[in-house]
């Protein structure tokens, strides 16, 4: 077993920043890659960013691609997410994931956190 316990969320205006952190707990996490995913309500779970067990590769979507960096911290089991100039249509609860594979699909993902909002005005 995995938990994961995500904190940094809250209120930002549009251009600010955040950095989202996930500590991980349990067997191994160190060889678990890492995933961050977000959604709105009545979509579906989107995914953000991920990065390997040794964190030498990331992958990000599209739309926070040079605002987002995710990076992990093997030694104290966090993976964190710094926000950057962050724009309003990125508000969402955003959740972190652990997954044995890889991949950008949250099917993949077999532990979760249990969210942490970030809502960003205008």
């Known amino acids: 077993q995995v938990q994961l316990v995500e904190s940094g969320g809250g209120l930002v205006q549009a251009g600010g920043s955040l950095r989202l952190s996930c500590a991980a707990s349990?067997?191994?996490?160190?060889?678990?890659?890492m995933g961050w995913f977000r959604q709105v309500p009545g979509k579906e779970r989107a995914f953000v960013a991920a990065?390997?067990?040794?964190?030498?590769?990331?992958t990000y979507t599209d739309s926070v691609k040079g605002r987002f960096t995710i990076s992990r911290d093997i030694a104290n089991n966090t993976v964190y997410l710094q926000m950057n100039s962050l724009k309003p249509e990125d508000t969402a609860v955003y959740y972190c994931a652990a997954t044995l594979g890889s991949g950008s699909s949250y099917s993949r993902y077999d532990y979760w956190g249990q969210g942490t909002q970030v809502t960003v005005s205008s």
């Open positions: 990065i390997n067990w040794s964190g030498t590769s990331t």
């Open positions: 349990g067997r191994t996490t160190s060889r678990y890659a």
